[in-house]
């Protein structure tokens, strides 16, 4: 089982993070608190050396950027998506990575799926993000999708307010992202492994 106390490998450059990202995809990054998300979410964009592709869906990110509250890096390309641009935007990135290894960062999951009807909202989701993530193992690309959560009754996650589980399949990664007095900390959810990092503020 997950120990629920591992020992956190301190990783204030986001290098350790950043290679853990590179055998998976996607990565998805859990968190509970929209500003929690969006801090970490800079954090791996100001320390990542690679093209971003940042698709703001939430608003915060580019909010934040216009405002002048986040410093916007030369190598970032926000993307604002909606229901109309998504196909073609995905078009983009597609082409885009196929030629360049980049980092590519979709903020977030309960966004993505507000922009589409319930019903075909999960089928069109599920396979752009198969077709993305297949694209991006084999550029050695590397994807990060947030997602908002809390745990139901049952104790699991799901996607908050919507009620969805979360995406899962074995080529896949999930986090936890939480916060103390000092760090940000990024724990893997997996019950074969062990890992835990922590990100001084």
């Known amino acids: 089982m997950l120990d629920k106390n591992p020992q956190h490998v301190l990783d204030n450059e986001l290098v350790k993070i950043k290679n853990e990202f590179s055998i998976k995809n996607p990565n998805i990054i859990m968190c ?32 934040y950027t216009k405002s002048g509250m986040i410093k916007k890096d030369e190598n970032v390309s926000i993307i604002l998506s909606n229901r109309i641009t998504w196909e073609k935007n995905l078009k983009e990135i597609i082409k ?11 903020d977030s999951l309960n966004g993505i799926y507000n922009i589409f009807d319930e019903l075909e909202s999960a089928r069109l989701i599920n396979s752009a993000l198969m077709l993305l993530s297949y694209v991006a193992r084999e550029t050695k690309s590397i994807i990060v999708i947030s997602a908002m959560t809390i745990k139901n009754d049952k104790g699991k996650w799901i996607l908050s307010p919507s009620g969805r589980h979360l995406i899962e ?14 760090s940000l900390i990024l724990n893997l959810r997996d019950q074969n492994h062990v890992k835990s990092f922590k990100i001084k503020k």
Do not use: C
């Open 169 to 182: 399949s074995k080529k896949s990664a999930i986090y936890y992202l939480s916060s103390s007095e000092t």
């Open 32 to 63: 509970s608190k929209p500003f929690l998300k969006s801090e970490f979410l800079n954090r791996l964009v100001n320390f990542d050396s690679l093209p971003v592709i940042f698709l703001d869906f939430d608003l915060l990110y580019s909010g």
């Open 96 to 106: 885009k990575i196929s030629e360049e290894t980049s980092l590519i960062i979709l």
